[in-house]
């Protein structure tokens, strides 16, 4: 069942957009499931099943964290990931930047855009964006490559995808102001199960799939 909805999504994305398999919250067994489907790339939202899950996977999995993290969490998640999709504060940027000089690494993020109105306060704004961006050769323990943003949670189509033009236009517009970023600054992370379609057509370099991979999440 995991391996035919991986199957049905695959049909159906282009070939150039990157499928994260976000399994948070379900057994290692399910994400075998995947894995022994052909999936190696997955997300997880939380440090703590993070680091619990990896040593149980086979190790040419790929991770990428997508949750909110805490900065007395880097050492749970850091080690681990081959991308943060979810740098939602200036605080948090600065801490892992400063975890990957202490340990000689160059950590690759997305900075996470506060999109929608209501329930999230994560995420940072264009200001705060434009401001880590122009400054982004300072930083040697982070590789800062490109956008995440999830839209506001709604029924309504043309709110989300006024969102996900949003983040598209300033995606692309840091690209144009900022051509020495265009070879590391090439991700754009939108769309999730329920409107990864219109991700899509808004020039989506990855999504981020759970739901419809591998059913609702038991909380
Ligand atoms: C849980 C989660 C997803 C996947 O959501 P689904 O609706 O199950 O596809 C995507 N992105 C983030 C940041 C998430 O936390």
């Known amino acids: 069942m995991v391996g035919d909805n991986l199957r049905n999504l695959y049909a159906e994305l282009p070939s150039g957009v990157k499928l994260v398999a976000v399994s948070k919250f379900h057994p290692v ?3 075998m499931e995947a894995y022994d489907a052909g999936q190696r790339l997955f997300g997880e ?3 703590q099943e ?11 999995v790929e991770w990428h964290f997508i949750g909110h993290l805490q900065t007395n969490k880097l050492k749970l998640v850091l080690p681990y990931v081959s991308l943060v999709q979810s740098v939602d504060s200036l605080h948090l940027l600065e801490a892992i930047d400063r975890w990957g000089r202490e340990n000689g690494r160059t950590i690759d993020v997305l900075l996470e855009l506060h999109l929608g109105a209501e329930e999230t306060k994560h995420g940072l704004s264009e200001t705060d964006i434009d401001a880590v961006i122009s400054r982004a050769a300072e930083k040697s323990g982070i590789r ?3 956008l995440m943003g999830m839209a506001t949670n709604t029924e309504d189509e043309a709110v989300v995808e006024a969102d996900f033009a949003r983040i598209q236009a300033l ?9 020495e970023l265009r070879d590391t600054f090439t991700e754009l992370s939108i769309g999730m199960s329920g409107d990864w379609p219109i991700a899509v057509r808004h020039g989506a370099t990855m999504v981020r799939i759970g739901t419809d991979i591998f059913g609702e999440r038991e909380y």
């Not at 995606?171 to 900022?178: K, L, S, W, Y």
């Open 171 to 179: 995606f692309q517009r840091i690209r144009t102001e900022h051509p």
């Open 29 to 31: 067994s399910r994400l």
């Open 45 to 47: 939202n939380r440090p």
């Open 50 to 60: 993070l680091a619990q899950k990896v040593p149980q996977m086979p190790s040419d």
């Open 144 to 146: 800062i490559r490109g």
